[in-house]
């Protein structure tokens, strides 16, 4: 069967949603704004608890990470996350979120065979990548110094 571009096109139009990119962008950020709104709060708080900057900042990130596992584990952070998109994937909520829900979902398979090799299904290609852009980048900072 060969087909243009032009009749694929409409073959598949029906099938097709429209992106409303405006309200997903507009909720990425309020959603997004609002976890770093949280972030900043509990940066404060802890501060006035007398941690200084370094040490609230930290419990800032623990707390925030805690948060996202709890919200993952009961099911909401999947609900926040339909709504928010980038706004949730961005922050380390996201990252968080990509690491606790694999190995929630396969708990069920053991901690060795389940949770021990999924757990990194979703985030290790960022770990890798991440850590990969990190020593390129510092290697051309060091040799342009």
Not at 9 to 29: D, G, H, V, Y
């Amino acid at each position: 069967m060969n087909i243009t571009k032009e009749e694929y096109a409409e073959m598949i139009k029906p099938a097709s949603k429209n992106s409303r990119w405006q309200t997903n962008t507009l909720k990425a950020f309020a959603i997004g704004g609002a976890i770093c709104v949280l972030g900043q709060a509990l940066t404060e708080f802890y501060t006035r608890l007398g941690f200084d900057a370094q040490k609230a900042s930290a419990w800032c990130s623990v707390t925030l990470i805690a948060l996202s596992v709890v919200l993952t584990a009961l099911g909401l952070y999947e609900k926040i996350a339909k709504h928010g998109g980038a706004g949730t994937l961005v922050p380390i909520t996201g990252f968080a979120n990509a690491v606790a829900a694999p190995a929630i979902e396969f708990k069920t398979e053991g901690f060795v065979t389940g949770v021990g090799t999924k757990i990194f299904s979703i985030a290790g290609p960022v770990i890798l990548y991440g850590t990969a852009a990190g020593v390129i980048y510092g290697v051309i900072y060091a040799l342009m110094r």
